[in-house]
């Protein structure tokens, strides 16, 4: 790692950061400044480690802002996930993946590092879930066989039933949500939706959040697949337009376009209906947020419900801090947290501007 700083190696640019002890900055490995002394520094697997170091970012390879394009996913690996997505009824074994170029055991764990499965699993997922689509529009068993890339019925009569609990006959009964992997300046968010609203939405790196999918499923007795769904498709506009500094969550007078459904008990839904009153630009303490739905006293259930909300950003739960204006917990981290409100305050600031 040394040696890859030194040489300033742009292979590692985004799978490393350094921090250096003397002066409390943390840089990427090709930052053009003087370099340390190795025994100066600390080495780091992301910027948010760094950050939670007590170490602040370089203002002159700037980490935090070029962190997310720094690990964004390698052309190959693009390639694949757009395969799969506009041709999934292709299967592509390891064979055929050699016969490309490219190593099995590579492919598996660069495509798991950057969308959380493998490029089978995921593959796969995306093949079943148009296999379900077809089966509640009532097509015949053949023609979904062939949509799913299985070879015969009865072995996709058995993934069908092994994936959803259920044989293809009873497919329009079976419970399905949507699920879409969102890049943002922030790094990835993960998306989920069906025709009641978005259930979830948080950074993939947000601790707790499989068991938060975990959950979700169990609850609504349903399956996960990824798949294509109009909410998927708003929510990822809105984020786009969000992280321009455009039009979002009440900027310039605009409302979210899509519906939120997320599921909790009647206090979490009081406290999160709560973050939602918040205005752009502005902060709240756990304090005042426990006295404006009238219970001053339940600071601590306040602070416990705003870190059990999973729909992140659209219930701004990085607007309440605490008492002293401290930068308190976050479930996406204390850096993305900051990052979050310095750029609401800048849009807020255009719009009493009027611009």
Known sequence: MYRALVERDADFDGRLFFGVK??????????????????????????KDAMFAGYRSCKRCRPMEDVAAARAAPAWVVALKREADDNPG??????????????????????????GSTFQQYARARRMGLALSAVRAGKGIGVVTMKSGHASESGFREAFERLFGETPAKGSGVRVLMSRWIETP?????????DAGLRVLDFVDRRGLERQITRVRAKLGCVIVPGAHRYLDAIERELAKYFAGESWLGHRGASLSVPLAAEGTPFQREVWAELQRIPLGETRSYGKQAASIGKPDAVRAVARANGENFLSLVIPCHRVIGAGGDMTGYGGGIWRKQWLLDHERRMAGLTLAGV
């Open 22 to 47: 003397s002066t409390g900055i943390f840089c990427r490995p090709t930052c053009a400044a003087r370099k340390p002394l190795a025994r100066s520094v600390e080495f780091f697997a992301t910027a």
């Open 90 to 115: 292709v299967k592509l074994r390891d064979a055929d993946l050699q016969a490309r170029g490219l190593d099995p055991s590579t492919v598996r764990r660069v495509f798991q590092s950057h969308y």
């Open 186 to 194: 922030l790094g990835a968010m993960l998306a989920v939706a069906d």
